[in-house]
């Protein structure tokens, strides 16, 4: 009985001993998991600022693009005026049609006041050129921070993406490889409680058997005892009858040896 219980003892301890083991890797990945997920809600946090930045953006981008739009019009609007004076220009002669415009002033006054006619002419066209030049650098400038912006929400969203994913991907492996340790940690604590009750049962069995042992030693003792006093008894009743018979005997005798 001794060696059969300490071959369950044995086997409870392994169990246990695996119980732990399963427990401890379960508590670390159990960790492993809290990181992950946590780092995973930071992801999603940036993916919605991002995502909020990005809206930002296209706002931006739309009011860059009416910018735009504006200023192309207005430069549509002067390249139509710039084409039109030099069309009138060179229908009047260009540059010799300003000399002749001062040449044939009347009078002193009339001089400078055609001289300061032509001066404002040359300054503005060269203003309208001024700002067509402006204008059309300022479109390329805002074109590309257009594109540069639209470039960058597209890699940092694309960037934001592939983290998430591998997060997904490592929490579903995580979630995967903890369930199956939860799973082997059950069967490990069924099997040691299976272990304990088949312990319990063997030792109810060998205690039963023990007794069993016990109570027919003890019937097989109390039999002998009887049967004991039974023969004890019965060779006193004996020789009581023996010594009674002799007695009788003697008193016969003795009558009998008596005078008549």
Do not use: C, W
Request: proline share 0%; net charge negative; hydrophobic share 45%.
């Amino acid at each position: 009985m001794a060696a059969f219980a300490q071959d369950y003892d044995s086997l409870i301890g392994q169990s246990e001993s695996q119980i732990e083991n399963l427990s401890a890797a379960q508590a670390q990945l159990y960790a492993q998991l809290a990181s992950s997920y946590a780092k995973l809600q930071e992801v999603q946090a940036q993916a919605t600022t991002l995502q909020g930045n990005i809206q930002e953006n296209d706002a931006a981008i739309a009011s860059l693009q009416a910018e735009i739009k504006d200023l192309e019009v207005a430069i549509g609007k002067r390249e139509s005026l710039l084409a039109d004076q030099a069309r009138a220009v060179q229908a009047t002669g260009g540059a010799e049609n300003y000399v002749n415009v001062v040449a044939s002033s009347k009078s002193v006054s009339d001089f400078v006041g055609r001289v300061d006619v032509v001066k404002k002419m040359v300054s503005a066209n060269k203003t309208l050129l001024g700002q067509q030049k402006a204008d059309k650098e300022a479109v390329e400038t805002k074109k590309s921070a257009v594109e540069t912006t639209k470039a960058d929400n597209v890699a940092k969203h694309v960037q934001l993406e592939a983290l998430k994913g591998a997060l997904t991907e490592e929490q579903a492996n995580n979630e995967a490889v903890y369930n199956q340790l939860t799973s082997d940690l059950s069967l490990a604590q069924n099997a040691r409680e299976a272990l304990i009750a088949e312990k319990a049962a063997y030792q109810q069995r060998q205690a039963e058997i023990a007794a069993a042992q016990q109570a027919a030693a003890e019937q097989a003792a109390a039999e002998a005892q009887a049967q004991a006093l039974a023969q004890q008894q019965a060779q006193a009743e004996a020789a009581a009858q023996e010594q009674a018979a002799q007695e009788q005997a003697t008193r016969e005798s003795q009558l009998a040896e008596q005078p008549a």
